[in-house]
């Protein structure tokens, strides 16, 4: 049984949770820009502060580990790796898409969400990646994977695939829009990225002793990051 922090930075929402024995006890996030440097902080030290917890009470601090916006990651694997050294605990990464999904199973399950035919729909989480391309994986309702992660540019023939063997394919997450206009036999619900999506996950990966190398640990970026110039006349 442990006493987790949460932390998922990997798109324009920074979010932090605090969980117990993989239930989530607090949460705090925004998704009013790209702060997440300054936030991640602050989140934290309220979150903690508030439920009365001491830093060195935590067990483990879990992060979503991507893929998702380059900063981002980095922002909040660096914090958790920090918080982890400072403390001697051990670190936990989560696939932010899973993540996300777990995210929409909780509020259907507590019947936030209503979607007809549940058990027989395939979960496509998507992070926006740029242009008309965005970061996807498919999921049952039971969170078991049944594709690999894609980087993938969106046409009317993305993920049709899946409708072989689900009868429906929902999509949500901050990539979701892209596909709006295009993907138009496909369902589609309002479920951001949350710490929240974290807990059961990183209590399962804590209990199990799948725990990650705080020295080498690196975000899981999916694309290499591109420089590229900047338009603008500095001179």
């Known amino acids: 049984m442990g006493l987790i922090l949460c932390i998922e930075t990997g798109t324009d929402i920074c979010s932090v949770a605090l969980a117990r024995d993989g239930e989530m006890i607090a949460l705090r996030e925004s998704d009013l820009g ?3 440097a300054r936030k991640v902080g602050v989140f934290t030290q309220e979150l903690l502060r508030e439920n009365n ?6 067990d483990a601090v879990a992060v979503g580990k991507g893929p998702g916006s380059y900063t981002g990651l980095r922002i909040g694997v660096s914090f958790a790796k920090g918080l982890c050294y400072a403390l001697g605990i051990p670190l936990i990464a989560v696939d932010s898409l899973r993540s996300l999904s777990a ?11 209503t979607i007809e035919d549940w058990d027989q729909a395939a979960l496509c989480p998507m992070i926006d990646a ?6 996807a994986e498919l999921f049952d309702t039971k969170l078991n994977p049944l594709s690999e992660v894609v980087a993938e540019v969106v046409t009317d023939r993305s993920f049709y695939d899946i409708l072989l063997t689900h009868k429906k394919l ?5 990539g979701a829009e892209k596909c709006s206009g295009i993907l138009e036999w496909a369902e589609y619900v309002s479920v951001a990225p949350s710490a929240r999506g974290l807990c059961a996950e990183a209590e399962r990966r804590l209990q199990a002793g799948q725990t990650e190398d705080v020295a080498y640990f690196e975000p899981f970026y999916l694309k290499d990051f591109i420089v ?4 603008k006349k500095l001179f």
Do not use: Q, W
């Open 103 to 113: 995210c929409l199973a909780e509020e259907v399950e507590a019947g936030i969400l």
């Open 53 to 58: 917890i001491e830093p060195d009470e935590l």
């Open 34 to 36: 790209k702060d997440h």
């Open 170 to 174: 929902i999509i949500f997450g901050n």
């Open 130 to 135: 740029r242009r008309m391309e965005v970061y």
């Open 228 to 231: 590229t110039a900047s338009k």
